[in-house]
């Protein structure tokens, strides 16, 4: 499986904006100025050796998530990261009307719809879009998007046709190669996160949740979602003195992700849904910060002789590209 980050910034998209690309561009130049004094001479080899934040930053759109096999591929949810991956598609046979093209959602808050109305394949006569939804208010939240005045294009109008179907809490459903099953998280509105499998490889998507239910016992149910997992995404968007602060919010901070990463013994951890109002260095910082936790209770378990499990973890930015 491969799953593409499209669009992962929290709540709201988050564009740098032109003053604060003009100051990035400033401190760049002028380090480039000293690395050359230094002997230095490519442009490449010294944004090669810039932190990621200082280059393309974390990037700005909203949920949007492709999960692939050479056999199909299904997306999660609609945030403005959608438009791009409208565009690509358009490229292949949804452009010629022959595409077929499936949409889990995991809740309808508008960082994970807004993206739908500009998303090229809708438009095309001939695709077939299916929908897919826990939430039976599924059919009438995409409508809701198509509704005047506040997008010109009506429902009724749409090129493509658009199938709406109801999942079953915790039952597998099948797209060709990919197995995905939906289990609920922790949420002001209902929201379901899924667990991908194929070939024997588990991808979890665990966004939007604060994770108040923690202990194995609290997760009942839900617990496979964190289980024998390859590759999981989770929602980091506050660091975790915010999260403290922000009960009820519907969010959760790396910290947490990683202490159930660890008990859950999952292989590799990608954290999401970046506060659209922490600066790029401010989602570095966090990230910092998570690095000393880690490092600091791997130290403590093995003071005390435990051989904890270790995770490869990072906060994921816009456009990566995980193997699973
Ligand atoms: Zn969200
Ligand atoms: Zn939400």
């Known amino acids: ?10 709540s709201l998209p988050a564009p740098l904006t032109p003053a604060h690309l003009e100051d990035r561009l400033l401190q760049t130049l002028e380090e480039f100025i000293y690395f050359q004094s230094q002997g230095g001479k490519s442009a490449k080899d010294f944004l090669a050796q810039l932190p990621h934040h200082r280059r393309g930053g974390f990037g700005g759109h909203t949920a949007c998530i ?43 808050h508008w960082d994970h719809l807004l993206g739908l109305p500009f998303f090229l394949p809708i438009f095309i006569p001939g695709n077939q879009i299916h929908m897919y939804a826990v939430q039976e208010d ?5 409508r809701g998007m198509f509704k005047k005045p506040r997008f010109p294009v009506e429902f009724k109008d749409l090129g493509a046709k658009i199938f709406f179907h109801r999942l079953e809490p915790r039952v597998p459903i ?13 949420h002001p509105d209902p929201c379901w996160g899924f667990r991908f ?38 929602d980091a968007q506050y660091t975790f003195l915010e999260a403290t602060e922000k009960i009820n919010w519907g969010h959760s901070s790396a910290p947490i992700g990683l ?7 999952v292989k590799r951890l990608f954290f999401i849904h970046h506060d659209p109002a922490a600066p790029d260095s401010k989602i570095a910082k ?8 880690y490092e600091s209770i791997l130290a403590a378990a093995r003071s005390q002789g435990h051989n904890p499990h270790e995770v490869d973890w990072c906060f994921a930015r816009e456009g990566m590209l995980i193997e699973v």
């Open 259 to 265: 202490d159930l990463a660890m008990r859950e013994k």
């Open 286 to 293: 966090a990230e910092e910060q998570t690095r000393e936790y």
């Open 197 to 234: 499998e194929n070939e024997g490889k588990v991808f979890s998507h665990c966004v939007d949740s604060e994770c108040t239910r923690m202990s194995a016992s609290d997760l009942g149910a839900d617990l496979p979602l964190y289980q024998n997992v390859d590759v999981m995404i989770f």
């Open 1 to 10: 499986m491969k799953v593409n980050l499209w669009g992962i910034r929290g």
């Open 174 to 186: 099948h797209f060709k190669d990919i197995q995905a099953t939906p289990y609920q998280l922790d």
């Open 66 to 108: 492709q999960v692939s096999t050479p056999q199909t591929s299904v997306i999660i949810d609609g945030g403005s990261g959608m438009r791009r991956l409208g565009e690509q598609l358009a490229l292949g046979p949804c452009g010629l009307g022959r595409g077929e093209v499936h949409i889990l959602f995991t809740h309808f």
């Open 138 to 142: 599924l059919e009438e939240n995409v």
